[in-house]
């Protein structure tokens, strides 16, 4: 064999080495790539101290490893982004972020009629609360489509509320004057009704507020009080207040769009098996852990005497009611009450 043909011989080899090696090596090198996230969203959700907070991280973590990593969760709270709460519906609305937790009384001075939920009082036990929020969640859908640009994914549950209170309260007339943190219009409207203030402060303000002596009393689910330590701030935690804040988890409308159908079935399925089944399970421990922890750091529990239930079943119907009729449209307000509220609880309400 000549030498030019030695030549081109061995360059032929060479060659096939090297086409060899890529073959042996590039699909290795495709595989440790990690995938890219096709979808990004934005998640909003009240306070990082807050039980359901884990129920949304797990959902994320569950969506992106359904999707595959197609889809990835940035998740922020309404303190980090320097909000209260009454903003949310036009943060959903114009896409600030692409999903967020909607508490009813944060936006009930905008949309009233979601407020039907979060009458104080209202309703007699956990199973009631329940399929009131069941029965009333398509209507919800409905006006959050309507109103707030949103799709909504699932409908959540946080604990029974009560009175982290400086001074004791254990008649109704122990109420009279009391400077009260409340997060919605229906609690004012309790509140005012027992003979106390009611004052709108933040739930990350709160703290302050009681240890300055700003407020005299804060209302919010025992263990979200618990999370923030006001057993530090207050020594008698009266009540709870028979009342199932409700929350939905709802996606800007055009985010929403933007996600194939296969991701949005995905989004939806584990919002209501994570979101929605796992709050309505864990609702009695949370009451209970946050009645028991708060008395572990020192407070004392006043539950609700009989003179006081009565009290307050009185106000709610006299008067929380009806203003909640008056802000939420009248007639129509009256009408989703009866039709989903009454047959519930008992009792139906004039126009």
């Known amino acids: ?118 009458l104080p009082g209202i309703f007699p036990d956990a199973q009631t609360a329940k399929k009131a929020v069941l029965a009333w969640k398509p209507h919800e859908t409905k006006i959050l489509d309507q109103k707030a640009n949103a799709v909504l994914l699932a409908m959540a549950l946080y604990p029974d509320q009560a009175f982290f209170s400086k001074r004791a309260v254990r008649k109704p007339a122990d109420f009279k004057g009391l400077k009260t943190r409340v997060h919605s219009v229906a609690l004012a409207s309790l509140v005012a009704g027992l003979g106390g203030e009611p004052l709108t402060v933040p739930f990350a303000e709160t703290y302050t507020a009681l240890e300055r002596g700003t407020l005299d009393a804060g209302i919010t689910g025992t263990k979200p009080g618990f999370g923030l330590r006001w057993y530090e701030v207050s020594k008698y935690l009266v009540g709870p207040i028979s009342m199932r804040p409700h929350v939905a988890l709802s996606i800007n409308k055009n985010s929403w769009r933007r996600l194939p159908p296969d991701v949005q079935q995905i989004l939806k399925e584990e919002a209501e098996r994570i979101v929605e089944g796992k709050a309505f399970d864990a609702i009695e421990v949370w009451n209970k852990e946050g009645i028991d922890k708060n008395v572990e750091k020192g407070m004392e529990h006043i539950p609700f005497s009989p003179e006081t239930l009565a009290a307050i079943k009185d106000v709610l119907r006299t008067k929380v009611v009806p203003d909640w009729v008056k802000r939420a449209g009248g007639a129509e307000a009256a009408r989703n009450f009866n039709e989903v509220i009454a047959p519930l609880v008992g009792f139906t309400v004039n126009p």
């Open 1 to 118: 064999m000549s030498t030019s043909m030695r030549r081109i011989a061995f360059l032929l080899g060479v060659l096939g080495l090297l086409v060899l090696l890529a073959g042996v090596w590039t699909p290795a090198t495709v595989v440790a790539q990690a995938p890219k996230a096709e979808f990004k969203l934005k998640l909003m959700g009240i306070n990082r101290t807050l039980d359901p907070w884990k129920l949304f991280q797990e959902w994320a973590q569950t969506v992106e490893k359904r999707t595959n990593g197609r889809v990835q969760f940035e998740l922020t709270s309404l303190p980090e982004l320097g909000l209260g709460g009454a903003e949310t519906i036009r943060i959903v609305k114009t896409g600030v972020v692409d999903v967020a937790e909607i508490y009813g009384g944060y936006v009930a001075g905008e949309l009233p009629m979601v407020e039907i939920l979060e």
